[in-house]
């Protein structure tokens, strides 16, 4: 069983940043690095929407959602069994709950963390 913990949301102006962390529990380092970590976000009365992740294992590969590409960047310590989302250029579209997963063959999921782009 593992146990995701998200934080780093708040409010934010538009064209601000913010770096979000998701830390891991409950698994060892190794099958820490195994698991594909993933960002979601969620607005209300909208489907959750996939934001970011980053492979497990040595290739590790990166995919953005088209709406956060060249904005967004996406990485992972796995000594620390932790995952970031540096958020830059933030506008009011990136409203929205960010939940944090790690998927190999089970997915677990964190609580999330509420990040506001608003002035």
């Known amino acids: 069983q593992v146990q995701l913990v998200e934080s780093g949301g708040g409010l934010v102006q538009p064209g601000g940043s913010l770096r979000l962390s998701c830390a891991a529990s409950g698994s060892s380092i190794s099958t820490f690095a195994m698991y594909s970590m993933n960002w979601y976000r969620r607005v209300p009365g909208k489907e959750r929407e996939f934001v970011a992740s980053?492979?497990?294992?040595?290739?590790?590969?990166?995919q953005y959602a088209d709406s956060v590409k060249d904005r967004f960047a996406i990485s992972r310590d796995n000594d620390k069994r932790t995952v970031s989302l540096q958020m830059n250029a933030l506008n009011h579209e990136d409203t929205g709950m960010y939940y944090c997963?790690?998927?190999?063959?089970?997915?677990?999921w964190g609580q999330g963390t509420q990040v506001t782009v608003s002035t």
């Open positions: 997963s790690a998927k190999w063959g089970i997915e677990y």
């Open positions: 980053i492979g497990g294992g040595s290739a590790g590969i990166i």
